[in-house]
């Protein structure tokens, strides 16, 4: 039996109980929609991003961490002091949603504690952060 997808030009052979004369196939070019630019007021991208921008996501800022036995955490009171494994001098993590996007400095605004950006994780990790 001949391949029905053969480039030769011959044609496949009629099905069984089919016209004997049948007709050669018709073949036309598709016919496909102009493709519009992207160039109006607003791209896609920007108003997907429209559509996040009002959200409102928790922001904090960590010093440090430390492990703690419970007897310690119990003898906790007023005036204690809880040593971090961070050094004075190293950048904070600012975390976004409980993931880290950034580090930075500490700076006092007045009265006002502060954080000056220093660093950014790279954005497919601040994008995939956010996400879980």
């Known amino acids: 039996m001949q391949d029905p997808f053969s480039t030769d030009g011959a044609q496949a052979p009629a099905p069984e ?5 049948a007709a050669p196939l018709e073949v036309r070019s598709a016919q496909f929609q102009p493709i519009e630019s ?11 991003l429209d559509l996040l921008i009002d959200l409102s996501l928790p922001v904090a800022i960590e010093l440090g961490r430390t492990h703690l036995m419970i007897r310690d955490i119990l003898d906790l009171q007023r005036g204690s002091v809880v040593e971090f494994e961070k050094l004075a001098s190293e950048p904070v993590d600012v975390l976004i949603n409980g993931k880290k996007m950034a580090e930075g400095e500490v700076v006092v605004i007045e009265k006002h504690f502060g954080i000056r950006i220093t660093n950014l994780v790279e954005t497919a990790e601040r994008v995939k952060g956010l996400g879980k």
């Open 17 to 21: 109980g089919a016209a004997a004369a």
């Open 38 to 48: 992207s160039a109006g007021p607003m791209s896609e991208k920007d108003r997907k």
